[in-house]
């Protein structure tokens, strides 16, 4: 139930062109509905602006089928994360428009009609092994309804490959920032722009970047302003949180 399908419905009950035990019936799913192994959350968009975004890894391919059926059928879109091959062929058999991200592991379902894409939203990676966390918060962010620029492969090691993109990222209202090894990205861009930065720090690395631990504690004690940090490869995370910022800089929220 997305706010502009709940004020049509009020606007029908309110010219009497729907009954009050109809509009009932069609709310009784609010705000969620009890699948016994999930309890999906209806209520969601109308309270955060989004619909309910399932995690896939750890659940079985049969329950994220049966999740994102009860989903669809109340008009929500489907967006699926950490999702493998055989998630995305088990919501294909209740979703035969179902799209699946291989590299950033994203099922997206999306039957609205085409919308603007409002702000603007940069992602930025340091190396080729950040695509898929870049991928992932930049094809999030574009299902969230932001205009959505990718600057890839701008790490430290060749600073002039990111200040080749300076006009870029001064356009943007947030920047995401996505850099395994030492993580120094993010700071670097912060020292570049107005806009908040949303660093995100990847498992890419040799050991001592323990598994991305070296990176996020760069991103957190960055001498740059402005910089706020997410998980370890959460790059849905980084785009929730760049979308909210955009759109209120937009003036969407």
Do not use: W
């Not at 062109?17 to 705000?31: F, I, M, N, V, Y």
């Not at 702000?119 to 092994?129: E, F």
């Not at 991928?135 to 990718?150: C, F, H, K, L, Y």
């Not at 002039?160 to 920032?177: G, P, S, Y």
């Amino acid at each position: 139930m997305d706010p502009d399908t709940l004020r049509e419905l009020l606007d029908a009950v309110a010219a009497g062109d729907t009954s009050a035990e109809e509009a009932l019936s069609r709310l009784g799913t609010l705000p969620f509905a009890d699948l016994g192994h999930a309890k999906v959350d209806h209520h969601r968009e109308l309270r955060c602006g989004f619909p309910e975004v399932v995690f896939c890894e750890g659940k079985s391919p049969s329950q994220v089928r049966s999740i994102a059926r009860e989903l669809l059928e109340h008009g929500a879109v489907f967006l699926g994360t950490r999702a493998s091959a055989s998630h995305f062929q088990s919501v294909g058999q209740v979703a035969l428009d179902a799209r699946y991200f291989e590299e950033a592991r994203l099922i997206v379902v999306d039957r609205r009609d085409p919308r603007p894409q409002h702000g603007h939203i940069v992602v930025a990676s340091g190396g080729t092994a950040d695509h898929p966390v870049a991928e992932e918060a930049a094809i999030s962010a574009e299902v969230m309804g932001n205009r959505v620029t990718r600057v890839y492969d701008v790490g430290v090691a060749g600073i002039h490959r990111l200040l080749a993109h300076q006009d870029v990222l001064r356009d943007a209202n947030v920047i995401i920032a996505v850099a395994g090894m030492e993580g120094a990205l993010p700071s670097l861009v912060a020292g570049l722009v107005t806009c908040p930065v949303v660093a995100v720090p990847t498992s890419v690395g040799y050991g001592a970047s323990f598994g991305g631990v070296a990176a996020l504690l760069t991103m957190l004690n960055s001498c740059a302003s402005g910089v706020g940090v997410v998980n370890i490869d959460n790059g849905f995370g980084a785009a929730a949180l760049a979308s909210r910022i955009n759109h209120a800089a937009a003036g969407e929220a």
